[in-house]
């Protein structure tokens, strides 16, 4: 269940230019958090002003920590940036509704685009069996590492080829043709559609991580709906990002618009 906590920040170190992981200590969101949820973070910079919502990257039970990895790109994240370890900070969650782990071993692609990669950290060490993870990014991609030290075979597409491969990432799957019982991934929305037609076109089932400008984050204000058809709907309905997802099967995703 969902609440809100004053968080007690342990850290917010800068991870390279412009992004930067911060820990907190809250203990009531920990213990309730899986893969795939975020967390409404406020900004102390007035009552008026919105939260901002923030994947939640990894998650401590034992010692009630959540890391969170935020790039800034406005007000609020620059809030973020500015605070220190000893400061407190307000935070609601966990929010939204996370990636289904499937229970058996098998073969999982995990797909992260720029600043979508954080939220499958968490959910690479939930996952059983041989884990690839496709990272795309502009120049370098962050959080290699991170996945590398969990086992993770990670694979590296660059626009402008600084590392890895010269392209985007669905390019370099369709070079590599990993095997996939199952895909999850975060990212942009165009990374996500032709991630979505590249696991329709094989059968396999993907689950996307959407992201959209979001308001009240909870559900009550439709800020933040996309369209999603249902298999046997006969229409697309609005869901919520906020509460319906963020995660969804990208089959059920309507992308044409
Ligand atoms: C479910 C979800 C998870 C996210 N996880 C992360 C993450 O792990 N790391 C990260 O760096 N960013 C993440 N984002 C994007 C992050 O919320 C925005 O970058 C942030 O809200 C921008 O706030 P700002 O004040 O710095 O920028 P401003 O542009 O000044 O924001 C103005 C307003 O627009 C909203 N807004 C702006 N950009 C976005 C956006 N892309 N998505 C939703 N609302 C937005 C803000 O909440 C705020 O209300 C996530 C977004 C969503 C929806
Ligand atoms: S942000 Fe208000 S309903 Fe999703």
């Given at each position: 269940?969902?609440?809100?906590?004053?968080?007690?920040i342990?850290?917010?170190?800068?991870?390279?230019?412009?992004?930067?992981?911060?820990?907190?200590?809250?203990?009531?969101?920990?213990?309730?958090?899986?893969?795939?949820?975020?967390?409404?973070?406020?900004?102390?910079?007035?009552?008026n002003?919105?939260?901002?919502?923030?994947?939640?990257?990894?998650?401590?039970?034992?010692?009630?920590?959540?890391?969170?990895?935020?790039?800034?790109?406005g007000?609020?994240?620059?809030?973020?940036?500015?605070?220190?370890?000893?400061?407190?900070?307000?935070?609601?969650?966990?929010?939204?509704?996370?990636?289904?782990?499937?229970?058996?071993?098998?073969?999982?692609?995990?797909?992260?685009?720029?600043?979508?990669?954080?939220?499958?950290?968490?959910?690479?060490?939930?996952?059983?069996?041989?884990?690839?993870?496709?990272?795309?990014?502009?120049?370098?991609?962050?959080?290699?590492?991170?996945?590398?030290?969990?086992?993770?075979r990670?694979?590296?597409?660059?626009?402008?080829?600084?590392?890895?491969?010269?392209?985007n990432?669905?390019?370099?799957?369709?070079?590599?043709?990993?095997?996939?019982?199952?895909?999850?991934?975060?990212?942009?929305?165009?990374?996500?559609?032709?991630?979505?037609?590249?696991?329709?076109?094989?059968?396999?089932?993907?689950?996307?991580?959407?992201?959209?400008?979001?308001?009240?984050?909870?559900?009550?204000?439709?800020?933040?709906?996309?369209?999603?058809?249902?298999?046997?709907?006969?229409?697309?309905q609005?869901?919520?990002?906020?509460?319906?997802?963020?995660?969804?099967?990208?089959?059920?995703?309507?992308?044409?618009e």
């Amino acid at each position: 269940m969902k609440s809100i906590a004053i968080a007690e920040i342990l850290s917010n170190n800068k991870l390279s230019d412009g992004i930067f992981e911060m820990i907190i200590a809250v203990d009531s969101i920990a213990k309730e958090a899986k893969a795939g949820q975020f967390v409404n973070v406020y900004t102390g910079l007035g009552e008026n002003i919105l939260p901002r919502p923030i994947s939640i990257s990894e998650i401590d039970k034992e010692n009630g920590t959540l890391t969170l990895i935020y790039q800034v790109v406005g007000v609020g994240t620059k809030c973020f940036s500015d605070c220190t370890a000893g400061q407190e900070i307000k935070v609601l969650g966990p929010l939204g509704n996370g990636f289904i782990v499937p229970e058996e071993e098998a073969s999982h692609v995990v797909v992260g685009g720029g600043i979508g990669a954080p939220p499958l950290i968490e959910l690479v060490k939930a996952l059983k069996g041989e884990v690839n993870v496709f990272l795309g990014a502009r120049s370098k991609p962050i959080l290699i590492e991170k996945f590398e030290a969990l086992g993770a075979r990670v694979h590296v597409a660059t626009d402008d080829g600084s590392v890895g491969f010269k392209g985007n990432v669905v390019e370099l799957m369709n070079k590599m043709q990993p095997k996939a019982d199952f895909i999850y991934s975060c990212g942009p929305k165009i990374m996500l559609n032709f991630l979505s037609q590249w696991a329709k076109s094989r059968g396999i089932s993907a689950q996307v991580s959407m992201e959209e400008r979001m308001a009240c984050g909870i559900g009550a204000c439709v800020g933040c709906a996309i369209k999603i058809k249902k298999e046997g709907d006969s229409d697309w309905q609005n869901l919520k990002v906020c509460k319906d997802g963020p995660v969804f099967m990208s089959n059920e995703v309507v992308w044409d618009e």
